[in-house]
T-cell receptor, first 112, second 115 residues
Framework: EPEVTQTPSHQVTQMGQEVILRCVPI?????FYWYRQILGQKVEFLVS????????KSEIFDDQFSVERPDGSNFTLKIRSTKLEDSAMYFC??????????FGSGTRLTVV | AQSVTQLGSHVSVSEGALVLLRCNYS??????LFWYVQYPNQGLQLLLK??????LVKGINGFEAEFKKSETSFHLTKPSAHMSDAAEYFC?????????????FGQGTTLQVKP
């Protein structure tokens, strides 16, 4: 599978600070996603992004979260004011349905 | 709404024994189905996927899964476990009728392989 690069691999931030997680896909895709995985728990859907717009978001994806693809390459997830409960592994992914999905290696976010 | 249930949060087998990880889904129409593996501190790697071709799907590392519509199941099997198979396994479903393409994951099953 083509590799999807996520940066940083690990970020520690103070509660209340803004963080931006980045994802760089290798091949061209139309559908992009962010998922999170709290330690020891299942992978949860956050948001899907198609044609430069959010196509669906979960109840987790509240006003503190935003996504964009500013330069047609990087796909970013911003958390405006981090909370302790935002500590998790965040994965970006791309693909759709029968074509399958490729996941990035993840960013471990630790909020202290 | 779609959902995925993985029976057994922890499965332990001996090296060389059969691996069986169970997954049942709930969906109004047959969905796309996936199995992912996650090694410690790593990302998600696709093992195999069902997209409506053959109901028996072969994946990487000797794993396979069979889609059974009547049982709404997509169990993952491997004839002979290897120590390197120890990892977390996630079953996931994607709605083939929706246009967002999101994946819904099960709770995961930790596979332990004993020597």
């Amino acid at each position: 599978e083509p590799e999807v690069t996520q940066t940083p691999s690990h970020q520690v931030t103070q509660m209340g600070q803004e963080v931006i997680l980045r994802c760089v896909p290798i091949s061209n895709h139309l559908y992009f996603y962010w998922y999170r995985q709290i330690l020891g728990q299942k992978v949860e859907f956050l948001v899907s992004f198609y044609n430069n717009e959010i196509s669906e978001k979960s109840e987790i994806f509240d006003d503190q979260f935003s996504v964009e693809r500013p330069d047609g390459s990087n796909f970013t997830l911003k958390i405006r004011s981090t909370k302790l409960e935002d500590s998790a592994m965040y994965f970006c992914a791309m693909g759709q349905g029968g074509y399958g999905y490729t996941f990035g290696s993840g960013t471990r976010l630790t909020v202290v | 709404a779609q959902s995925v249930t993985q029976l057994g949060s922890h499965v332990s087998v001996s090296e060389g024994a059969l691996v069986l990880l169970r997954c049942n889904y709930s969906s109004s129409v047959p969905p796309y189905l996936f199995w992912y593996v996650q090694y410690p501190n790593q990302g998600l790697q696709l093992l195999l996927k069902y997209t409506s071709a053959a109901t028996l799907v072969k994946g990487i590392n000797g794993f396979e899964a069979e889609f059974k519509k009547s049982e709404t199941s997509f169990h993952l099997t491997k004839p002979s476990a290897h120590m390197s198979d120890a990892a977390e396994y996630f079953c996931a479903v994607s709605d083939r009728t929706g246009n967002t393409g999101k994946l819904i994951f099960g709770q995961g099953t930790t596979l332990q392989v004993k020597p």
